[in-house]
């Protein structure tokens, strides 16, 4: 069962004004999106915000649809491939594949695998890794059991926050496995190269870990680096603060309405997406308008669709492409026949 923020309904008799929405909120009372201003429990609002990661605000940087499709979805795509090379030459010949990491991520399934690749662009001065989603019904069980049996572990110094057990641990397999020796070999090669961090359903959690932990450790700035994932889950109870980085969803996706409570903890833990949404309320066709989101959790965009109205082909589909039908024949050049039905 899915459960939403309920930041709703608030009734009112007075207004307070304020400098901005994150003064409002720190000094004890809510901010009104509709009116932009500041009042205390009996602000009349039909939505009113109450953490600061909701304050609205731009992305530092715009984004670029065109370079999204293009680009970052067939190295999304690629890494539902066994040799992402294949994507590679069919898409973006000058990406070369360095390597492929797999590793087994679970204790009580053979067949559960984790998956990143490492990968460089001498034309475009950029390396980039990417994660593959979940694969069979045992990978989602094993996620799911995770995620209730060990729940929330803290995070990096960074970030001051928790994140699921399960993904970090998952990440620090593949790390551990030959990423990190790759991706540090990369950085060595090529030291002024851009970062790319990417990935859709688990990939991208993966991605966000990923993300977090080579700042952490000093290996990348946030400043160096793009972040975009697609289809993601909530994972963590704080923002992952990177100057670019998008969280991509399609119109229903059923993914983007997981729970924002973990009941399990004491007391229960609010989970959140990071900034910044971008939502596809269509097919995602070239063309097709989106909107970035200036909130980043909550009953907005993809929020604002109804739990029970969810489409789980929503999940499948990223920019009118079957993405792991895509990926798994190499991304070839007719893109028309994967369209959505």
């Known amino acids: 069962m899915y459960i939403l923020l309920l930041?709703?309904?608030?009734?009112c008799l007075t207004f307070i004004s304020a400098d901005n929405c994150t003064d409002c909120l720190n000094s004890g009372k809510l901010w009104c999106?509709?009116?932009?201003?500041?009042?205390?429990?009996?602000?009349?609002?039909?939505?009113?915000?109450?953490?600061?990661l909701n304050c609205p605000s731009r992305p530092q940087f715009a984004y670029d649809d065109e370079f999204m499709r293009s680009e970052i979805m067939v190295l999304t795509t690629a890494a539902q491939n066994e040799n992402p090379q294949l994507c590679f030459n069919n898409q973006m010949p000058t990406m070369k594949l360095y390597k492929v990491t797999t590793v087994n991520c679970s204790t009580n399934y053979s067949d559960v695998t984790c998956v990143g690749y490492t990968a460089y662009d001498t034309k475009r001065k950029v390396i980039s890794i990417s994660f593959k989603g979940a694969h069979g019904q045992d990978q989602i069980?094993?996620?799911?059991?995770?995620?209730?049996?060990?729940?929330?572990?803290?995070?990096?110094?960074?970030t001051n926050g928790k994140i699921f057990k399960i993904i970090q641990d998952s990440f620090m397999l593949l790390w551990n496995g030959g990423m990190q020796a790759d991706l540090r070999y990369l950085k060595y090669k090529y030291p002024s190269f851009e970062l790319w961090v990417n990935g859709h359903s688990l990939g991208s959690a993966l991605a966000w870990a990923a993300s977090a932990w080579v700042v952490n450790i000093g290996l990348y700035k946030p400043?160096?680096?793009?972040?975009?994932?697609?289809?993601?889950?909530?994972?963590?109870?704080?923002?992952?603060?990177?100057?670019?980085?998008?969280?991509?969803?399609?119109?229903?996706?059923p993914v983007a309405h997981t729970p924002t409570f973990l009941p399990s903890t004491v007391p229960s833990t609010t989970l959140f997406y990071p900034k910044t949404e971008v939502w596809y309320n269509n097919y995602m066709n070239?063309?097709?308008?989106y909107q970035v989101c200036q909130e980043a959790d909550g009953p907005f965009c993809s929020g604002s669709v109804d739990p029970k109205a969810t489409q789980y082909i929503d999940h499948l589909y990223y920019f009118n492409i079957d993405l792991p039908g895509w990926g798994h024949a190499g991304c070839p050049k007719n893109i028309s026949a994967y369209a959505q039905p």
Do not use: W
């Open 33 to 52: 999106l509709q009116t932009s201003q500041c009042g205390d429990a009996t602000l009349a609002c039909n939505t009113s915000i109450t953490v600061s």
């Open 286 to 289: 070239p063309g097709d308008p």
């Open 141 to 158: 069980n094993q996620l799911m059991n995770g995620a209730i049996q060990y729940g929330l572990e803290s995070y990096y110094t960074v």
């Open 7 to 11: 930041l709703l309904l608030i009734p």
């Open 223 to 253: 400043e160096d680096m793009k972040v975009v994932v697609m289809g993601a889950a909530r994972i963590s109870d704080y923002n992952f603060a990177f100057p670019y980085n998008f969280h991509i969803l399609h119109r229903s996706d």
